[in-house]
């Protein structure tokens, strides 16, 4: 069975400073892998995932998280944050890619943003 | 894009009482849907897999007779938790994909139980 590990549960960090939350995993087999973010009492919002091809992807506001398979890792970056990433960030995988394949979170990372 | 709409937002009920949950997939049939129930600073536990005209999967640990799972159509998936206790209280979450035709899984708003 799958699983996720996000050693850090929270981050905390001054506003435009570099950031890395930690995401590792583990599964038996080829993995498909996700970062989502969450707002406060707000549903799971996909930032980037990982299926196949490239292993560095890439969201739209500057996030981005590199797919390290000797180190079973998808640790997600952003060089300068701001204030608005703010948030709950959750690492995710699944085995399969059809629309009854499970997927398992890890923990989760608070990242907090000092101004 | 998919999306997928979960109603109530907020509900609160008396102990005893049973709540219901909508997940529906508004712009795409969804033949799977998933519910999560997630505790405070803590991440989403996966509840149970609910499949389109059959039984929903649970996940070990997870009551079905407390959380009665329906998806009787391709668009609406529906969480009852019966005879809601204080420990029921916990913030819910559904969630549909359209697998590889799609953006992967889309998230419901989710739903705060609150049982007094």
């Known amino acids: 069975a799958q699983s996720v590990t996000q050693l850090d549960s929270q981050v905390p960090v001054f506003e435009e400073a570099p950031v890395e939350l930690r995401c590792n995993y583990s599964s038996s087999v080829s993995v498909y892998l996700f970062w989502y973010v969450q707002y406060p009492n707000q549903g799971l919002q996909l930032l980037l995932k990982?299926?196949?091809?490239?292993?560095l992807v890439k969201s739209i506001n500057g996030f981005e998280a590199e797919f390290n398979k000797s180190q079973t890792s998808f640790h997600l970056r952003k060089p300068s944050v701001h204030i608005s990433d703010t948030a709950e960030y959750f690492c995710?995988?699944?085995?399969?890619?059809?629309?009854?394949?499970?997927?398992?979170f890890g923990s989760g990372t608070r990242l907090s943003i000092r101004p | 894009g998919a999306v997928v709409s979960q109603h109530p937002s907020r509900v609160i009920c008396k102990s005893g009482t049973s709540v219901k949950i909508e997940c529906r997939s508004l712009?795409?049939?969804?033949?799977?849907m998933f519910w999560y129930r997630q505790f405070p600073k803590q991440s989403l536990m996966l509840m149970a897999t609910?499949?389109?005209?059959?039984?929903?999967?649970?996940e070990q640990g997870v009551e079905k007779d407390k959380f009665l799972i329906n998806h009787a159509s391709l668009t609406l998936s529906t969480l009852t938790v019966t005879s809601a206790h204080p420990e029921d209280s916990s913030f819910y979450i559904c969630s549909a994909s359209l697998g590889s035709q799609g953006d992967g899984y889309t998230f419901g708003s989710g739903t705060r139980l609150t049982v007094v």
């Open positions: 995710a995988v699944s085995e399969g890619y059809s629309s009854a394949s499970k997927i398992i």
């Open positions: 609910s499949n389109e005209g059959s039984k929903a999967t649970y």
């Open positions: 990982y299926l196949s091809g490239s292993t």
């Open positions: 712009d795409f049939q969804a033949t799977t």
